[in-house]
């Protein structure tokens, strides 16, 4: 099975700010790669698919890049609505692995 | 507007088995894949099961193989999980999830339901 790592598993960060969180595939999964959103209570939130590609109604400042085994998030200008807990997940092959997650709090 | 909402969640002793249920609206149900995902309290996310849009594939995690099975109904817009021999570790949150795609190999979730609570214990 594929084993997906996320790195920072925290990230304490301000309104404004820059921000990447980073996703290795334990093998190539080409741009198998989708990442969630979830906030607390809430479901997961579809943010990108198949790498870079923008989910429908999800702001511009999310964008997402790599293949292969590394991956990135960026969210471009942190709003307040940004602060919650990101998954990424590979989707090449069965079993479609999540990461362990990355909690973002406010600064 | 797209809508899943989830049923049959409770709390079952160790052995036991449940059914889960999954209401859909809102978009053409047998044109997509559907899965279910689960949560267990204050951890990570856990991919269950995926079907595509004719039944004609289904997949397993490891962790539930043999002892869960996934169906749908598409007359009824429905899906469903089968729980047996349900265990502790089977205790979480679990969301019924909509694929982007017909097929359920390489899949993306782009709507959730709010999840039905399973708790296994004696």
């Known amino acids: 099975d594929i084993q997906m790592t996320q790195s920072p598993s925290s990230l304490s960060a301000s309104v404004g700010d820059r921000v990447t969180i980073t996703c290795r595939a334990s093998?190539?999964?080409?741009?198998?790669l989708n990442w969630y959103q979830q906030k607390a209570g809430k479901a997961p939130k579809l943010l990108i698919y198949a790498a870079s590609s923008l989910q429908s109604g999800v702001p511009s400042r999310f964008s997402g890049s790599g293949s292969g085994t590394d991956f990135t998030l960026t969210i471009s200008s942190l709003q307040p609505e940004d602060f919650a807990t990101y998954y990424c997940?590979?989707?090449?092959?069965?079993?479609?692995?999540f990461g362990q997650g990355t909690r973002l709090e406010i600064k | 507007e797209v809508q899943l909402v989830e049923s049959g969640g409770g709390l079952v002793q160790p052995g036991r088995s449940l059914r889960l249920s999954c209401a859909a609206s809102g978009f053409t149900f047998d044109d997509y894949a559907m899965h279910w995902v689960r949560q267990a309290p204050g951890k990570g996310l856990e991919w269950v099961s995926g079907i595509s849009g004719n039944s004609g594939s289904v997949a397993y995690a490891d962790s539930v193989k043999g002892r869960f099975t996934i169906s749908r109904d598409n007359a009824k817009n429905s899906l469903y999980l089968q729980m047996n021999s349900l265990r502790a570790e089977d205790t979480a949150l679990y969301y019924c999830?909509?694929?982007?795609?017909?097929?359920?190999?390489?899949?993306?979730?782009?709507?959730w339901g709010q999840g039905t609570l399973v708790t296994v214990s004696s």
């Open positions: 093998q190539s999964i080409s741009r198998y």
């Open positions: 999830a909509k694929d982007i795609r017909w097929q359920q190999h390489n899949p993306a979730f782009d709507c």
């Open positions: 997940q590979q989707s090449y092959s069965t079993p479609p692995a």
